[in-house]
Every structure is written in structure tokens, then in C-alpha cells.
């Protein structure tokens, strides 16, 4: 089939959208319309050069949901017409980590980046040339191996729940599955983007009692507090740490870093109480380091790394889905704007100006 999908070719250049060819799902393989897919930084990280992508010209996004289209052979989970959420991380169901409650570290499926297992690719572009690609929502239609799938209930508008498989399950999933945030506790989030605001919500459904929020945006903070931030700190005009450490009397019991840079991985370390954690959630650049005082690591503060959130996507998008029902999670004040796939390069001007939680792509 032909289907419109927005293609990365290289660094700081627009990313192109454009027709391009589709091949039906083979075994185990699932052809999904994709109803609504998140701008998410990830995706720009590649296009502003912080990490660097794993194979182009690539079909980007990866944060969506849509509906099932046609299965390939030997697919039984899933049918046309179900409703389904994508989970950025595989689940072969059968490794160390899908054994051990922790397929965000699944290790059992030897795709190489960009193919399929099978070696090969589905997009194409219109000349035949094929195109990388992983999940690949950022376009009508794609076709996607039966794991990385996960089933939801029917009866809510599954637009609303494009963002569950990557802001809301790394941010929620980073508090209370990875960091384990106690009932009570202080918390500090640097970054108030679409996930660090999933970092709050997460951090009010753990029962923190102070919540500050930190960016060099100012604009942001009326999401911060939306989402359920107590406290603001302006970082582009005073020093986030003393100002941290004075409003807590020493420092917060956990601090999240949800931005991907060296300088904010070590404030938000700084930042925290003797005993504290500190909780590494943004995309580290390629090859990126950091280097940390040995003497407050010493008095039992913990640096740790939070991947998907540790999330169980077929147990937690679920849990997700029934908190936004019952008013217990934000997920429509996630989606500020819409915009259809031709304004993907606006789509990320939106999440750089600060002016929206998330913009949602209507493919
Ligand atoms: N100090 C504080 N805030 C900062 C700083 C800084 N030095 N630099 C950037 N920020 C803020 C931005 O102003 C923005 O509000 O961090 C926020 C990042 O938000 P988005 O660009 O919307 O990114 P998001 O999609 O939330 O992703 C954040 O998490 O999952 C990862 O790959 C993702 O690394 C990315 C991070
Ligand atoms: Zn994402």
C-alpha cells in the first residue's frame, strides 16, 4: 500500500514527508493505523544532533496509538479493529528481564536497528529504495512485530491515549516503578516537558508531598503546575540546587532529571537530601558523560538510570487508562495542539518554543 510518512535523511535539516510504499505484515507482524502520535524529543534528539540515529533515511515516531488494520500469519493476539497503544521497548516474553518483571530491558529480540528480525524492512520509498525504520508512527499506517503491541480497552477515543507507550509510561513509570517514590516525600523534576510533566503527575499519585518543578522556561510552569507542581524554580535565573537545598533544609528526597544533559544529570544529584536519589530520565547524548562529588555520594545517595520508566506496558497501560477515567491522571492536558503529519518540523517548533505540554499529530 502507499501511506504518508515523515522521513529523517540528516541532522539540522527539515524532516520530509512523503509517500512511500508499505508491505503487508509477515508472520507475527500487525498492520496498524496510526490514529494520533506524540512529537516527543526523542525522535528530535536525532534531528538536533544529540544522539545520533541509528540508520537513515529513517521513518521516525514512535509514541502513538491506533488501531489494528490487518494481521499478518500467526499472529493470535490481536484481530482488525482492536484498539492498540505502542510500547517503545520490545517484550519477547522469554529473556532474564521479560522473566524477571522488567521488559523494559528485553534482550531476547536480535532485530538490528532500523529492519525487522527478519533483516528486512516494510516502508520503501516510492523508487523502491528501502527505508529504516522502528515503530514508525509518524505516518498513516505501519507495520509493527506483534510484541511491541499492547491491547486497550474499547470504549475510550483511542487519540487520548497517544501518549501512553512513551511520556506517561517513562515519566509515571520513572517515579513509581523505577525511583519508588515513598508517600511523603520531597521531589524535584528538572525539565517540564511532555515528560517531565508525567514526572509530576507521577510524583502526585505517589503521594509526594512537595513537588518543584524546574526549567529555564518560565512559560512551562503553567503545565508544571497543572499537572501538580507545589514549586517553581526558574533555572535560567537563579541556581536550581540552592535554591532547592534552601527550600527543603538540605535537599529533596528525589530528583529527577527528564532533559538528557550532563550539567542538569549532576544538579539533580546536588540536589538531593543525604540518603536521597537521584533518577537519570532524559536521553543521555551519544557518548555522554558525567562526573559526580564523591563525598555526598558517600553519605547514601544513589545516581540511577530509568529506562521506559521500567515499565510493564501490558500491566501498566491498563492502570494508566482506568487512572484517566476515574479523573486520576492527566492525559487531555497532555495534548495542547493537534496538527496533521505535514506540520511534523512545526509539531517540534511547538516543543521547543515552550508554549505546549505535547503537540499530537493527527496522521
Ligand atoms: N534546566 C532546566 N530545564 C531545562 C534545561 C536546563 N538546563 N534545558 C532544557 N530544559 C527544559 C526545556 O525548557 C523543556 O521544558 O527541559 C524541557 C524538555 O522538554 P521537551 O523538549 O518537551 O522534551 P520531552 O519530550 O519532555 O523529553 C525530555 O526525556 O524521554 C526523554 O528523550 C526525552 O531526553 C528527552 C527528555
Ligand atoms: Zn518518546
Known sequence: M???????????QPIRVEEVNLSDPKSGEVLVRVAATGACH????????????????LVMGHEAAGVVEKVGPNVTAFKAGDNVVFAIRPMCGKCKYCSTNRPNL?????AKPGFMVDGT???????????FHGLATFSQYTVVPEWT??????????????????????????????????PGSTVAVYGCGGVGLNVIQGAVIAGASRIIAVDIAASKFKFAKMFGATD?????????????????????????EVIGKPATVRQAFESVCAGGTACMVGVPPTDGEVTIPMRPLFLDRKLIGSSAGTGRPRHDFPWFIELYLQGRLKLDELQTRFRPLTEINEAFQDMLSGTVARTIIKP
Open 2 to 12: 502507499r501511506t504518508m510518512a515523515a522521513v529523517f535523511y540528516a541532522p539540522r
Open 42 to 57: 526523542s525522535d528530535y534528539h536525532a534531528v538536533d544532533g544529540h544522539t545520533k540515529a541509528a540508520a537513515v533515511p
Open 106 to 110: 528485553c534482550n531476547g529480540i536480535k
Open 121 to 131: 524492512q516494510r516502508f520503501s520509498k516510492a523508487d523502491g529504495t528501502p527505508l
Open 149 to 182: 503491541l499492547v491491547k486497550v480497552r474499547d470504549d475510550v477515543p483511542i487519540e487520548k491515549l497517544a501518549s501512553i507507550g512513551c511520556a506517561v509510561v517513562t515519566g509515571v513509570g520513572a517515579v513509581v516503578n523505577t525511583a519508588e517514590v515513598k
Open 232 to 256: 517553581t524554580v526558574l533555572a535560567s535565573e537563579t541556581d536550581p540546587v540552592k535554591a532547592i537545598v534552601d527550600m527543603t533544609d538540605g535537599g529533596v528526597d528525589y530528583a529527577f
